[in-house]
């Protein structure tokens, strides 16, 4: 069940601007992120959600739909959610995208060594590439990329109670389940494991949610610096950084790299007016 026409008008009253675009142009939509559909038995998170532009809610509804699919999916576990709806949106993940399933499927030769690398036994009557962990497409990349900015967004929005600037800066770093099993852990979450942060319920009717989507949240005394740590059940996590003054982020990235060999491989940049955006 939806809000009502009077609850709507009082929730655009107190959020008139889009979150998700600097607040530049009127909300006109509500929008969900993380979406719905991600999460079983219509059992979405309370409060998660925002006031947007029909440009940035209508405009990542694919995206939305491969991030939900992956959040549902342990690739290590290819079983289905208890409400029965993963098989649906790989349907329509394939209508849209009629070449990615055969991009997710590993050769035999990858499979068998992942699946021996993380102790998986094909059942019988089935081959290591029918059970295998699947590849990640430039989809799926693209998707987690889009996804990870509006969140960031949202979630600095709910404890901040500022719209993040368009001319601020985002950076990613993410993981499956499978990078975090092949290495031992997500190097980046090391890094920062002790830096002091909130780590809010989230819930759907009292209900812990956490199994689904759990969050913590370090954030400056004047809120302009952030970093948003996630994880999406047993599927994958996302470690984002995040400054509302362009050029802030960028320097101190750079520090963190000079200063120690764990901050491994580059992070996406999300968001920045002095360096090159991941294409979304």
């Not at 995206?63 to 098989?87: C, K, P, Y």
């Not at 759990?214 to 950084?241: C, E, H, P, R, W």
Request: charged letters at 20%.
């Amino acid at each position: 069940m939806g809000m009502s026409r009077i609850r709507k008008q009082q929730f655009f009253a107190a959020n008139p601007s889009c979150v998700f675009c600097g607040g530049s142009t009127l909300a006109t939509t509500i929008e969900h992120c993380p979406p719905k559909s991600m999460f079983d038995n219509k059992e979405w998170p309370e409060g998660f959600e925002f006031s947007s532009c029909s440009a940035c809610n209508n405009g990542t509804s694919d995206q939305d739909l491969i991030v939900a699919w992956m959040a549902r999916v342990d690739f290590t576990d290819q079983s289905e959610t208890s409400d029965q709806r993963t098989e649906g949106l790989l349907k329509r993940m394939h209508l849209q995208h009629p070449k990615m399933l055969r991009k997710m499927l590993p050769s035999s030769v990858e499979a068998r060594q992942t699946n021996r690398l993380l102790g998986i036994t094909p059942p019988q009557g089935k081959t290591h590439t029918e059970t295998g962990v699947i590849n990640i497409t430039p989809e799926m990349t693209n998707a987690i990329h889009t996804f990870a900015k509006k969140l960031a967004k949202g979630v600095y929005f709910m404890h901040a109670q500022k719209i993040f600037p368009s001319d601020g800066c985002l950076m990613l770093g993410w993981f499956t389940n499978v990078e975090f099993v092949k290495k031992s852990g997500f190097v980046p979450f090391d890094v920062i494991k002790d830096v002091a942060g909130t780590v809010p319920p989230v819930v759907r009717n009292g209900k812990s949610l956490d199994n689904r989507f759990s969050y913590k949240l370090s954030i400056s005394t004047n809120s302009d610096l952030f970093v948003l740590q996630a994880m999406f059940g047993n599927s994958f996590g996302l470690l984002i950084f995040g400054a509302t003054q362009a050029g802030q982020l960028e320097g101190i990235i750079e520090k963190i790299r000079l200063s120690t060999d764990k901050l491994e491989g580059p992070l996406t940049v999300l968001q920045s007016t002095t360096l090159d955006v991941a294409s979304q």
